[in-house]
């Protein structure tokens, strides 16, 4: 009875965890988008992927906490950067030289300037709190300056930067997967339902870089691993006027943010016309 139990319970989660691995590929192509859409999203499939799925993320995520950490090329946490500064340092420059390889060029002058030089010396990385009115988020945000120095024939490729000793400070937003401070069946109920889904490294891939569509900070470094529920994003420092929640927003600033929100969605889904969010009146 219980190897019964055991087998259907096995084949049954190899078959949610194939169609789910493969639910953007082959799936689309035999049924077609919109049936596809409404097979994967059909309540009996979202019921038996939280009973056979979430399980194993759990367990997944809990030995990646507690037991081995997967191998992964970004930080985890940002003092997993000050422990290793080197290895960070060189995650960025990889990825930014990766990006300027791609067809369209970014425009992020942190990937620019790293991706342009052929020898650099990291000096330092000075690590702050960047998030004044919600201190809370700081524990998976920061802030860094990172300082380096360039070799004098590098001077050509960075228009000649009037600067004797080559150094170079840039400023880096660095946001860590925010949903690890959820409970871990909640947790293991995110990844079982929205398989491969992460929806801020989709963001930055996808909309991010379509800067005349919605202006947003730049990413200079982008990874995740969907099992353990990790991500890094490291984006240009973009300077701004936030404003208190205890203060209140002006009719200017609440209109302009449910308009950006909005014409945000609408791009991400395809349902709306490549304008600019101040022309939604």
């Known amino acids: 009875m219980l190897s019964t139990l055991f087998k259907s319970y096995l084949y049954t989660l190899l078959f949610i965890s194939l169609l789910e691995a493969k639910k953007t590929t082959w799936l689309p192509a035999l049924l077609g988008r919109s049936v596809s859409r409404k097979l994967t999203s059909n309540t009996i499939l979202v019921i038996a992927k939280v009973l056979f799925l979430t399980p194993w993320f759990c367990l997944i995520i809990w030995m990646d906490d507690n037991l081995v950490h997967m191998p992964l090329i970004f930080p985890r946490t940002r003092s997993d950067i000050m422990k290793r500064k080197s290895h960070f340092f060189t995650w960025l420059i990889q990825s930014s030289k990766w990006r300027q390889s791609k067809k369209f060029k970014t425009k992020s002058p942190s990937t620019i300037f790293l991706s ?42 960075l ?22 401070n959820f409970p871990m069946a909640l947790q293991g109920i995110r990844c079982a339902t929205e398989w491969g889904l992460q929806r801020e490294l989709d963001f930055y891939t996808s909309i991010g870089r379509l800067q005349h569509i919605l202006p947003c900070p730049t990413s200079v470094a982008l990874n995740g691993s969907f099992s353990a529920n990790r991500l890094c994003m ?36 395809c349902m709306n016309l490549e304008q600019s969010a101040m022309d939604i009146e």
């Open 116 to 157: 342009a030089v052929k020898t650099t010396q990291l000096i330092s990385i000075q690590d702050h709190n960047v998030l004044e009115h919600e201190p809370d988020k700081n524990a998976d945000t920061c802030l860094l300056n990172v300082t380096c120095r360039t070799s004098p024939k590098d001077s050509d490729n």
């Open 234 to 269: 490291v984006t240009d420092f973009v300077k701004g006027v936030v404003t208190p929640d205890y203060i209140g927003a002006n009719a200017y600033q609440a209109k302009s943010v449910v308009a950006t929100v909005a014409n945000m969605h609408g791009t991400f889904w």
């Open 159 to 180: 228009n000649n930067i009037d600067n004797p000793d080559n150094e170079r400070t840039i400023q880096l937003f660095v946001k860590f997967s925010c949903g690890r």
